[in-house]
């Protein structure tokens, strides 16, 4: 098979998957699909802007009648929420057609009969896609039209491929009212820290500066991590933090300079909950996990633009803030933006 070009490929998938044919009748109610399986996406930062909407549908259910298929790496995200039972895991090296772990992942799927599969990977594997039909489910909802794997194709109201737009449709389709799914997303909890730990941990004249790079444009430069700190000295102090050691090198002189405490946190584990319930606010670019801090519900994010075509949804825990801009009234900016209730 690895040397068929990818039309036959496709053609062998739709084939083992029970062919083209295929009656189909579309459900006007199809929000009221009792049994779904749901595939998450595979890039972490739509990952994260999926989850508010995988919550609220898994709540309108029983235990019994609704699963995630997610890779493992998200494992320690999901557990936190308490949807680690209602979830099949797989890691994305072994999912070949022919290995051990692909079938068993085939026959964990087939193991309850599904009423709808919701699809939300953008750029599946074939095998993904032939996963998605043997689910076995009359409905299965995707991204993209791929017939004869998936049968109905989202289109949200703008017309675009954007996955905040693809996420406001599925909210209207599934009659989830946006504001309480967000306020069902990821919740920072207690359960893994001793009582009595988060009076200790309060840090309320220090921030936190993700120096991640960006999805797009530039990454952060000496300069800007410089003038951050200054702008908001003496009143706060800033850490610098990042998901990996490689990221955070090219600012050691000027952190040593400024002398920043810095630290590397896995951003997609279980441990970025108790570090960043630590701190009031996250100054962050458009970076892979700033998503993940648009979902967190006990820090503010200030998030600093550089591209304006990009999307993020307006949240009154969110201030941005052009990245050409004055950075001492940026720092001004914050500390009133800091001072408002917690629950506004």
Not at 3 to 27: H, I, P, T
Not at 158 to 164: G, H, L, W
């Amino acid at each position: 098979m690895r040397f068929f070009s990818a039309q036959r490929l496709r053609l062998w998938f739709e084939k083992k998957s029970g062919g083209k044919n295929e009656m189909f009748q579309y459900k006007p109610d199809i929000a009221n699909c009792k049994r779904i399986i749901m595939f998450l996406p595979e890039e972490q930062d739509k990952f994260f802007v999926i989850l508010p909407f995988a919550i609220a549908l898994s709540e309108k259910r029983d235990s019994n009648d609704f699963l995630i298929v997610t890779d493992e790496i998200n494992r320690h995200i999901l557990r936190a929420l308490g949807l680690e039972r209602l979830a099949l895991f797989y890691n994305s090296q072994n999912m070949l057609y022919g290995e051990a772990d692909f079938f068993e992942l085939e026959k964990r799927i087939q193991e309850q009969k599904w009423d709808l599969c919701v699809f939300l990977q953008e750029n599946a594997w074939l095998p993904f896609l032939y996963l998605a039909r043997m689910t076995r489910a009359p409905y299965r909802m995707g991204i993209k039209q791929e017939f004869p794997f998936l049968n109905i194709a989202l289109q949200n109201s703008s017309n675009r491929e954007n996955i905040y737009a693809n996420r406001s449709f599925l909210y209207k389709t599934f009659f989830i009212e946006p504001e309480k799914a967000k306020n069902k997303s990821i919740q920072v909890t207690l359960k893994n820290e001793k009582p009595g730990l988060n009076s200790k941990l309060s840090t309320l004249n220090t921030l936190l500066l993700n120096l991640e790079p960006p999805v797009e444009g530039e990454p952060w430069s000496d300069n800007e991590v410089f003038m951050i700190c200054k702008s908001f000295q003496p009143r706060w102090r800033l850490i610098t933090t990042a998901a990996t050691n490689k990221q955070l090198e090219p600012y050691a002189k000027v952190m040593e300079e400024l002398e920043m405490r810095s630290s590397t946190v896995l951003l997609h584990s279980e441990s970025i909950f108790s570090m960043l319930r630590q701190y009031p606010a996250i100054i962050t670019l458009n970076s892979m996990h700033s998503h993940l801090f648009l979902n967190l519900s006990t820090i503010k994010i200030l998030m600093l633009e550089q591209n304006e075509d990009y999307e993020i949804p307006n949240d009154q825990r969110m201030l941005k803030f052009s990245r050409q801009g004055n950075y001492y009234s940026f720092a001004r900016l914050v500390a009133d933006f800091l001072k408002e209730p917690a629950g506004k």
